[in-house]
């Protein structure tokens, strides 16, 4: 009785996950990431250069955007005319910008990303505790198989093929899960191990990284009752992102008052802009975030580079 109570929570649990992974909708960025009528129609008539440059300036100056292209260009879709919020990338597969995309996964058909990584992590938590049950309570079985100890009948190729089958897939999914929690620990994705993230000082690969703790909210939410459970409670909107940035931006203003801020070897949290109060608190429990540097930062957000390029990228 035991056995089978624990069998079929495992296996809801793991259907469950499974379901919302496939059937969850990847979110795209809202509709004031897109260019404006007139923007794509200047894009479109101006010739590669400054011009196209002003253009983008001008669309992202009141967007919460941190991240630049390897040239230092604001990164722009030309495939679906918007500029790209952070951590969002195309697939080529789905011919869609994604918010925070992780890869396309063949076995989900489907993007990972900021609305279903959450669901993606449970579904290979359970389907490994499934296997692993499995595998678990087949053991003596398959054991008394090479003993001689089962009767001669079919059942024991049965027996034989079901702990083959659930161990491999033991083997495989615990190494996937254990990378992708690796990931939540560092706030990263698969893209961004792959190629950090470049912001306007620099090229940073812990950019987005807030600490174990919060990098963890992050994904699951403040409220533990709903962690375990495949529903959504990831924190913030997919489209801007708490960032930790270690050195001070060299193309961005000076504090308030004439105050340089302070030594570029001090960290920095910039809150995006416009952030959820969700995001928010996740910088002000930090302690290097104070009063006085977030209203040193407050107007530092949507300042563009004069010497960016523009790059077209997907």
């Known amino acids: 009785v035991v056995c089978l109570v624990a069998y079929h929570i ?9 379901w919302k ?16 009528y007139s923007d794509k129609e200047s894009l479109e008539r101006e010739p590669r250069g400054e011009s196209q440059q002003e253009v983008l300036r001008r669309a992202a100056k009141d967007l919460p955007i941190y991240t630049r292209t390897m040239s230092g260009a604001i990164r722009y879709c030309d495939r679906c005319h918007l500029v790209k919020p952070d951590r969002c990338h195309h697939c080529s597969v789905c011919d869609k910008c994604i918010l925070k995309m992780d890869h396309h996964c063949p076995w989900v058909n489907n993007c990972v990303g900021f609305s279903n990584y959450k669901f993606f992590l449970l579904f290979l938590a ?11 309570t087949d053991l003596q079985y398959f054991i008394k198989f090479w003993t001689n100890g089962l009767p001669d009948t079919q059942a024991k190729f049965h ?12 083997v495989s999914l615990s190494s996937l899960f254990g990378y992708h929690c690796w990931l939540v620990s560092k706030n990263k994705s698969t893209l961004e ?12 690969k812990n950019g987005f990284s807030l600490g ?12 533990k009752k709903y962690w ?6 990831s924190l913030g909107d997919g489209c801007s992102f708490p960032t930790c940035l270690v050195n001070q931006d060299p193309e961005q203003a000076s504090t308030p008052g004439g105050l340089n801020s302070t030594s570029k070897n001090e960290n920095h949290l910039f809150p995006a802009k416009p952030l959820r109060d ?37």
């Open 228 to 233: 375990l459970l495949p529903v959504f409670s």
């Open 278 to 314: 969700s995001q928010s608190h996740l910088l002000t429990d930090t302690p290097s975030w104070s009063e006085t540097s977030a209203k040193a930062e407050k107007g530092k957000v949507g300042m563009s580079n004069p010497a960016l390029t523009m790059e077209n990228e997907t």
């Open 126 to 136: 359970y389907s490994l505790l499934y296997c692993l049950f499995i595998a678990a």
């Open 159 to 170: 027996i034989m093929f079901l702990f083959f089958a659930a161990a491999m897939f033991s």
């Open 10 to 18: 495992f296996f809801m649990l793991f259907v469950w996950s499974y």
């Open 212 to 223: 174990f703790s919060k990098n963890l909210r992050q994904v699951f939410g403040d409220e």
């Open 21 to 36: 992974t496939i059937f969850t909708l990847p979110m795209n960025p809202s509709k004031e990431f897109h260019l404006s």
């Open 193 to 204: 191990v792959f190629r950090a993230p470049i912001f306007r000082h620099r090229t940073d």
